[in-house]
């Protein structure tokens, strides 16, 4: 598999359970959402990689790339003579993609004149190329991506409902890395095992603690495609800490994306708190805000301090500095909130 879909979050587990059932089942036409950079590309090409449709081509069309008058030709191919300049017969993507996957990259930006042609051939399953009347049978699996929200596209008359029906059986939405940071790591050792293998002269060291730290915290605007070409650029040329903060914009991650706050801890928060609110009589007595404050407060703090001393591999006079605490303010959180070791 070209790239493989690194990360263990529990969005991108469930993002892996759906590839698996879908990728079996190649006549549902699929849309993949999220920002940009997130890795829909990844995603639909491990759809194809895990399908039956694996052996023939996959089609990538980037339908914001080309402009409209050649992104029909593209699509639909042409028939020679069928406009001044085409010489010759020309298949279109989806001819080529015949019995593999056709990848409409930024679909959201289709005009509405194609959007019908797309439409027509997915009910019928049929089209032909320019300037040709024979109708060719299509066998591709669309698969189709977009930063855009559909939904709002179509309540702006720029997005066919209809279209959006027929393209969006499946539906497959990629959060953005801040809201799944536990898949930075792994998404580090993935890409430096990589440049490690790609470029074997070179000596390509691990991060050292500080700046993994801060690549772990970062909120990432640009996604894993940020992170990647700036762990490169790391990894390659190296970087001290002036370098580091430039790179990253002094652009701290706000609270939310702190390792730790994710959706699982806000889940526990959530729990801890309902569990509270349902005690007994005497247990009432000591609901407070501030009550519900402190406990929200050690759960965070216990998720976030676990996180950075796991990453630091224990390493306690690291930890502090990048969680910006003293020593031993350290020593009696991991004390009080009763963080272990791992053995
Ligand atoms: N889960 C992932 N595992 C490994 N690499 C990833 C993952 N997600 C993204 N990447 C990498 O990040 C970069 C961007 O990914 P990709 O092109 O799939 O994003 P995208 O959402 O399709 O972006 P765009 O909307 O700009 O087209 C690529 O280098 C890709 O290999």
């Known amino acids: 598999m070209d790239t493989p879909l690194v990360g263990s979050s529990p969005s ?3 993002i892996r359970e759906i590839i698996r059932l879908v990728s079996q089942d190649t006549s549902l036409n699929v849309v993949i959402t999220g920002e940009t950079g997130v890795g829909k590309e990844v995603v639909a090409r491990v759809l194809y990689e895990l399908s039956p449709r694996r052996k023939k081509e996959f089609v990538k ?8 008058t050649l992104l029909e030709s593209e699509l639909f191919g042409v028939e020679q003579g069928a406009y001044t300049g085409a010489h ?21 930006d289709m005009s509405f004149h194609l959007q019908a042609k797309l439409l027509h051939v997915l009910q019928s399953g049929e089209y032909s190329r320019l300037g040709s009347e024979t109708n060719i049978t299509s066998n591709t699996w669309v698969i189709s991506a977009t930063n855009h929200d559909l939904k709002q596209r179509i309540e702006e008359k720029k997005f066919r409902e209809d279209l959006y029906y027929r393209l969006n059986m499946i539906q497959i939405n990629i959060p953005p890395l801040r809201e799944r940071p536990e898949d930075i ?3 580090i050792s993935h890409y430096t095992r990589l440049y490690q293998d790609k470029y074997p002269d070179r000596v390509i060291a691990p991060l050292n603690t500080h700046t993994y730290g801060r690549l772990c915290s970062f909120s990432w605007p640009g996604n894993v495609r940020q992170l990647v070409s700036i762990l490169q650029r790391i990894l390659l040329i190296g970087c001290d800490e002036e370098t580091l903060s430039e790179i990253l914009h002094e652009h701290p991650a706000p609270p939310d994306n702190a390792p730790g706050t994710t959706p699982t801890t806000y889940g526990s928060l959530v729990e801890k708190i309902r ?6 009589p005497e247990a009432m007595e000591a609901f407070s805000l501030k009550a519900i404050k402190k406990t929200a407060t050690d759960i965070v703090e216990k998720e976030v301090i676990s996180q950075v001393l796991d990453r ?4 306690r006079t690291h930890a502090s500095k990048i969680l910006k605490i003293s020593y031993k ?6 004390d009080r909130l009763n963080i272990s070791e791992p053995n």
């Open 12 to 14: 991108i587990q469930k």
């Open 61 to 68: 069309v980037n339908c914001a790339a080309i402009p409209d």
């Open 88 to 108: 010759r017969k020309r298949k279109g993507k989806f001819e080529i993609a015949d019995g593999g996957v056709l990848f409409l990259d930024e679909i959201g």
């Open 185 to 187: 790591p792994e998404l």
């Open 275 to 280: 569990t509270m609110a349902a005690g007994t």
């Open 312 to 315: 630091t591999n224990w390493n």
């Open 329 to 334: 303010t350290l020593l009696t959180k991991i």
